[in-house]
DNA sequence: ATGCCATACGTTGTATGA
């Protein structure tokens, strides 16, 4: 079983990126993000000729996350079992069963700048995230929350900590909030297969930046211990972020449970090496930028 | 080269992103 997540920058805009690669990594869960869409305008029709069922929970222009899954989907919750309406007016979570396991979708908030109200939202946002597993968890279900985190929890998932300090993303109250999500039984489904920084989910698409690999690792897939006791495979489709049609700035995440799902070359042993080549050419980018 | 900001909304720009 093939669990991917993946922030694609509109849905709307990524229908036919996202077409491309359900056929090249096949997956069989797949959880969205910004799909900057309200519900009466998602793509059901378009997903179900892709092979896959949909759940959608969107408002329009911002946010919106979904879940896809080849097989049913049942008991679906979205924003915590809560109206769309302050203190949670934005629609950034959704889950639902699906293939035996408990899936969540999440896009955390950004946060902006530190000590701004969309900082302190943003904490508030994984508080209330960390309640809810708490409230709802049974016993050791199988469980995967994954998504957009908009948290990068150690120096070694930034491209340049020094240049990173002082913003979102990186601070230890951001970090402390994921940590939190650990503290629940919940794991880093990536890091069981991955012990190397320099793997990121997020470039800008600004300067270049995808090419340096000057990005972040922000997008996760956490698991409970009777799902991470099934990771076989992990892997970031760096693919993905390239090309036409015009790609997201994040790039998809796969988990595998049980047996490795579709290969698929995830481009990064060429990316390192002319990254790598680059680098022992030309310092990367100073730590003011 | 993989290749140098994108999206929605709305209207000739603005908000947002991380």
């Known amino acids: 079983m093939r669990i991917a997540t993946w922030n694609v920058n509109s849905l709307k805009a990524r229908l036919e990126k ?57 008991e679906v919750v979205t924003n915590f079992g809560e109206p769309l309406a302050e203190p949670l007016p934005e629609a950034r979570m959704v889950s639902a069963l699906t293939g035996g396991v408990r899936v969540v979708s999440v896009y955390a908030p950004n946060g902006r700048s530190l000590g701004s109200p969309f900082y302190r939202a943003k904490l508030a946002w994984f508080e209330r995230l960390a309640r809810w597993l708490e409230e709802t968890r049974a016993g050791d279900q199988a469980l995967a ?78 698991v409970t211990a009777s799902v991470a006791a099934r990771v076989v495979a992990s892997e970031i489709d760096r693919e993905a972020r390239k090309g036409k049609p015009i790609p997201s700035d994040h790039a998809p995440l796969t988990v595998d449970l049980d047996e490795p799902g579709a290969p698929y070359d995830a481009g990064w042993t060429a990316a390192a090496e002319r990254i790598a080549a680059r680098r022992a050419a030309k310092p990367k980018r100073a730590p003011e930028a």
């Open 18 to 74: 996202l077409a491309w690669w359900l056929e090249r990594a096949r997956p069989d869960v797949v959880l969205l993000q910004e799909t900057k869409l309200a519900d009466d305008a998602a793509p059901h029709a378009e997903v179900e000729r892709l092979g896959y069922t949909m759940v959608h929970h969107g408002e329009g222009r911002w946010n919106g996350v979904a879940i896809l899954s080849k097989t049913p989907i049942t």
């Open 145 to 222: 929350v994954g998504g957009d985190f908009n948290v990068a929890p150690e120096d070694r998932d930034v491209w340049n900590p020094a240049a990173c300090h002082g913003g979102t993303h990186v601070s230890a109250e951001e970090r402390a909030a994921v940590a939190r999500l650990r503290s629940l039984g919940l794991v880093d489904a990536y890091r069981l297969r991955h012990d190397e920084p320099e793997r990121y989910t997020w470039w800008d698409y600004r300067a270049g930046d995808f090419y340096k690999n000057v990005g972040m690792r922000i997008d996760h897939v956490l």
